[in-house]
């Protein structure tokens, strides 16, 4: 059963779980600005997080319960929706993404690489 807490960032943000913490905290190691739980246009649904670089607007999704019930994938598929509705550039994480550990760094790197400066 998943059981939602509160761990906070480095960079001071509050996270819903463990694995969001762990994206948080590369975003910030990796000098990608972001904001935390921002809302979707017009529209109940919350953003894990928002980045703006040169005016174009990305919303990231850490999507941890999919697949998990209908409830929330109809939620993933809102939001999916939304964003192109909307031009918004989305980029979604699983747990597959993070997990085993030793694979976060490069998924992570392969997900940002636009926000990444090389």
């Known amino acids: 059963m998943y059981k939602r807490i509160i761990a906070k960032s480095k960079d001071g943000h509050l996270c819903d779980s463990i694995s969001e913490v762990l994206i948080d905290n590369w975003l910030y ?24 670089r040169n005016n174009q607007v ?5 999507f941890g319960l999919a ?4 409830r ?4 993933i598929r809102e939001k999916e929706n939304l ?9 979604k994480i699983y ?7 030793i694979y976060l760094e490069n998924n992570l790197k392969n997900k940002f690489e636009y926000f990444l400066d090389v």
């Not at 600005?33 to 894990?48: F, G, M, W």
Request: net charge positive; charged share 30%; glycine share 0%.
């Open 58 to 62: 990305t919303f990231v999704e850490y």
């Open 29 to 52: 190691k990796n000098n990608i600005l972001h904001e935390k739980d921002i809302q979707y246009p017009n529209t109940n649904h919350k953003t894990d997080w928002r980045i703006n």
């Open 72 to 75: 929330y994938d109809r939620s």
């Open 83 to 91: 964003c192109k509705e909307q031009s918004i550039r989305l980029i």
């Open 67 to 70: 697949n998990d019930s209908p």
């Open 95 to 101: 747990p597959k993404d993070l997990y085993p550990k």
